[in-house]
């Protein structure tokens, strides 16, 4: 039996193992993406004789562009290590889900504007039990699926987020008018670097760790997520978490 457990064990470690090694490879490749296309810009204006300043200009708010995607690829894989460091790392605090969502809308507000989207939010309830999360790690989970439903959704859209909670567990959804998911690619957008259309998604400067980021808080909080379509437009997205947290000793309503 003890032979058998160890050999459990370093199947599990195995798998941790290649799990590992696949995420820095990705991001490894990531990475270097938008480094060639720096080099290639500096090799170009190295290279230009006499170059007109308008080019230069062009070129150097280009390669401005590229230093910002490598910008914000660390800055996800930053929090991504962080969310790994597990359970133990949660600060949770009383906190008032209205509260919470209205100031993702705020700061989401001038992007949707500029879309001409609608944001609206309803809720079910005028008064929410106050519920034990980490308020940082919730604010970017939610703020990751909004942010995406904006982006993914047509110019003159809308943005509907829904929040119920009966005694156990809240529920908030969020659902858009975009393009929606297809069936078979619904568990695999939550993997870390995987977008369902790859150009598409470089072209709204997405980096493909949003929806990893988001998944990994909400199980941190004990918490479930999935997507679905919406007839035939748009998805909707649903996070359930549960009033009773219990996570690294931690144990309270
Ligand atoms: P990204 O930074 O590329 O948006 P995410 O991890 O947030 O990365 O999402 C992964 C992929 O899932 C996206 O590239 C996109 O293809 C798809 N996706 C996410 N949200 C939506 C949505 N609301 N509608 C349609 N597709 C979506």
């Keep these: 039996q003890m032979a058998q457990m160890l050999n459990y064990m370093c199947d599990e470690l195995e798998l941790l193992e290649e799990k590992r090694r696949k995420f820095v490879s990705d991001a490894s490749h990531e990475l270097k993406t938008p480094m060639a296309g720096i080099k290639l810009i500096c090799d170009s204006l190295v290279a230009a004789e006499n170059p007109d300043p308008a080019m230069v200009k062009e070129f150097l708010g280009d390669m401005s562009d590229e230093v910002d995607r490598l910008t914000r690829i660390v800055e996800r894989l930053l929090v991504l290590t962080k969310l790994d460091a597990g359970g133990n790392s949660l600060k949770l605090e009383e906190v008032d889900i209205k509260m919470l969502i209205s100031q993702v809308v705020k700061k989401l507000t001038p992007i949707a504007n500029a879309k001409d989207i609608v944001i609206y939010v309803d809720n079910h309830q005028t008064e929410f039990s106050p519920i034990l999360l980490d308020y940082d790690k919730m604010y970017e989970a939610i703020y990751n699926i909004a942010d995406n439903a904006i982006k993914y959704s047509p110019e003159g859209g809308f943005v509907h987020i829904d929040l119920t909670a009966d005694n156990d567990c809240l529920t908030i959804k969020i659902e858009d008018n975009g393009p929606g998911i297809p069936e078979g690619e619904r568990d695999r957008i939550f993997e870390r670097f995987y977008r369902l259309d ?15 980021i988001t998944k990994e808080a909400v199980l941190m909080h004990n918490g479930t997520i999935d997507v679905a379509n919406v007839s035939d437009i748009g998805s909707v997205f649903t996070i359930r978490l549960p009033y009773k947290i219990t996570i690294g000793g931690q144990n309270e309503k």
């Design 198 to 212: 790859d150009s598409r998604a470089r072209d709204t400067g997405g980096t493909g760790l949003g929806l990893a």
